[in-house]
């Protein structure tokens, strides 16, 4: 098994799964469904250095659910999971 670290103020997610029907009942086909905005933090980087040098420590942790925009970051497959590695940037806020 790979485990993977994120470097920085990067953050790996895990998509959160859309209803597959409407509220008639009708099922809608993946390749129509828009992808989720919404996901589980899985890990976090250290974070970012500031312009002293200092590392500032982001404001998500590992098990947050976040929303982020609909392009927002790169899909790559970690441990045969489809998973989200973008920038706290990314984010626009953490859910609850």
Do not use: C
């Not at 029907?21 to 905005?37: E, L, R």
Request: net charge negative; glycine share 12%; proline share 4%.
């Amino acid at each position: 098994m790979t485990t993977f670290r994120p470097l920085h103020d990067r953050v790996v997610v895990r998509r959160l799964t859309s209803a597959e029907k409407t509220v008639g009942g009708i099922i809608i086909p993946d390749t129509a469904q828009d992808k989720p905005t919404e996901g589980e933090v899985i890990s976090v980087g250290p974070g970012a250095r500031n312009e002293q040098g200092q590392i500032v420590a982001l404001d998500v942790k590992a098990g947050d659910k976040v929303l982020f925009g609909k392009w927002s970051g790169t899909e790559v497959k970690i441990n045969g999971e489809d998973l989200l590695i973008m920038k706290e940037s990314d984010i626009m806020g953490v859910i609850g």
